[in-house]
């Protein structure tokens, strides 16, 4: 019977326990409930709504420096002014070059017969036959035609 009365006190003191336990539970629900978090999503929208509408700004500016860069790539050569100024300069230069060499070597052809007439050689032929055959020998040892 011992173990009996040890047993129910045990079980009295459990209960107990168990009883300060129920009541705590109690007054901590009521606090909960009469403490209640209300659920909204109210602050949530307001701060994506700032973060969309910094992102639209962000996303202006960048439209803006896109436009910016597309408008220099546009107005931007390949080489450089400087470049493609020393190349005409050149190229002009090299036209002046052979147009002036082909007029000196068009005089020097003029001057050629202007020094030596072709009818000064005929009739200082005519006048001497012996130098008219010595003439002819020297053009074929020569191969002019």
């Known amino acids: 019977m011992k173990k009996i ?11 107990q326990d168990f009883q300060v336990a129920l009541l705590q539970l109690r007054k901590m629900t ?23 509408q910094k992102q639209q700004e962000k996303d202006a500016l960048m439209a803006d420096k896109l436009e910016a860069i597309d408008k220099k790539l546009k107005k931007a050569y390949i080489l450089p002014k ?15 070059i052979i147009c002036y060499m082909g007029l000196q ?27 008219r055959e010595a003439y ?3 053009l074929q040892n020569h191969n002019i035609p």
């Open 5 to 15: 009365d040890e047993i129910m006190e045990l079980m009295s003191d459990e209960i």
């Open 30 to 52: 009521n606090e909960l409930q009469s403490h209640s978090i209300p659920i909204s999503t109210e602050v949530m929208e307001r701060q994506l709504g700032f973060f969309f």
């Open 105 to 131: 070597l068009e005089n020097s052809k003029n001057d050629k017969n202007d020094v030596y007439p072709a009818f000064q050689y005929g009739e200082y032929l005519k006048e001497n036959p012996g130098r």
């Open 82 to 96: 400087s470049m493609g100024i020393l190349f005409g300069s050149v190229l002009v230069l090299l036209i002046s």
């Open 136 to 138: 002819k020998n020297w």
